[in-house]
């Protein structure tokens, strides 16, 4: 197959991120299995990490509206230059990242069959980032999702939401997952106090950076490390024994991984009104060998039985009403590792991506039926 594979807008640090490596080792796989594949990316900023055709777009011209309306018009035209180099291309196939609608993204869609992959629920998170988004998100989707060939949902919850169920599109589940090669067995730091280590980022609160914040507080004998945030990104005030790292490339990640004893997933996923996720951040945390703390139901790991797995509720006081629980569990947790062989077969990235080319396969046979 010819695969163009399309995003629409990612920031420099998200695809620095565990998106950027997630988007190689697709694009990686792809190739490996024979396949030919191009990434066409609509960026504000140039990103060297990916080998990719890039348009970039900017405020530059300004008139009534300001620059948010200039922005757009920008990136409207790059995204139609976008377009044309993907007609170019001549892909059987073009799979692309959910993002904000642009004019003409439409037009997208006659130059090949659309898979597009669902990462979450839109319509609840275009909230966070102003009723400019929201509404033009909420008044838009129904043309990037109602013209798309088939679906690719990262769980089974977003496949299932009424506003995505109402299309009857084909659709195939997978998850998010890494390359556990990839991934260095970190030892066991030895460390006298527990470290709890989370990932988040400032201003999405469904990470639940407050609540392990909270749970610092109640016990001193504790530490928290949080990635993603800087002292001055936290509003509150925060105890002593709660360190704050900042944005971090993969290899700060690691290096603050390998210091902690175990490693928070998002903590107020219902805040977001969801249920179920994948996050890169476990998965990784997981690969590193870490003891790991889930409080909503994990697409692939559901079913993972393991003394190092502690499982919450998606509540409000899921931390707070459990804090006990939880802090025996770190001092029983500090010292192991949890066993990788089993994660193998049920977040290995390869295994997936089987699975999304034969998705692909089925979605241009029927395109020719």
Excluded at 214 to 223: I, V
Excluded at 232 to 248: E, M, R, T
Aim: hydrophobic content about 40%; glycine content about 6%; aromatic content about 10%.
């Amino acid at each position: 197959m010819r695969i163009a594979y399309v995003t629409l807008h990612l920031e420099k640090k998200i695809i620095e991120g565990g998106v950027g490596k997630k988007i190689k080792s697709q694009i990686s796989n792809w190739r490996k299995a024979g396949h030919q594949v191009r990434l066409f990316s609509l960026t504000p900023e140039k990103v060297s990490l990916l080998e990719a055709e890039e348009f970039l777009f900017q405020p530059s011209v300004r008139f009534f509206g300001g620059s948010l309306l200039s922005r757009e018009v920008n990136r409207s035209k790059m995204l139609a230059r976008l377009i044309l180099a993907v007609r170019e291309y001549r892909p059987d196939i073009i799979y692309l990242r959910y993002g904000l609608f642009a004019y003409p993204l439409q037009r997208l869609f006659r130059v090949a069959p659309v898979v597009v992959e669902v990462n979450t629920n839109d319509r609840f998170e275009y909230r966070y980032r102003g009723a400019f988004y929201y509404w033009l998100n909420c008044m838009t989707r129904r043309i990037t999702l109602g013209l798309a060939a088939g679906w690719v949902s990262i769980s089974h919850e977003i496949a299932q939401l009424k506003c995505n169920a109402f299309y009857s599109k084909p659709v195939e589940v997978i998850a998010n997952g890494i390359e556990l090669e990839n991934y260095p067995l970190l030892d066991p730091p030895g460390n006298h106090t527990p470290v709890i280590a989370i990932v988040g980022t400032p201003g999405l609160n469904w990470h639940g950076v407050d609540k392990l914040v909270g749970l610092a507080e109640q016990f001193p004998d504790l530490k928290a490390a949080i990635v993603g945030y800087r002292s001055q990104d936290y509003k509150s005030s925060a105890p002593p024994n709660v360190s704050f790292h900042g944005f971090l490339d993969q290899a700060g990640i690691m290096e603050v991984l390998s210091r902690a004893d175990i490693a928070c997933g998002t903590l107020a996923l219902h805040r977001k009104n969801m249920q179920e996720a994948s996050p890169l951040k476990v998965r990784e945390a997981l690969a590193y060998g870490l003891p790991v703390i889930l409080a909503y139901k994990d697409t692939d790991l559901s079913g993972l039985s393991s003394d190092l797995l502690l499982r919450l509720p998606n509540t409000d006081g899921n931390v707070s009403e459990h804090a006990r629980e939880i802090h025996d569990f770190a001092y029983q947790a500090r010292g192991k590792r949890i066993q990788r062989e089993l994660l193998f077969p049920l977040i290995d990235e390869r295994q997936k991506e089987e699975r999304r080319l034969s998705f692909f396969q089925r979605i241009i046979a029927q395109q020719v039926e």
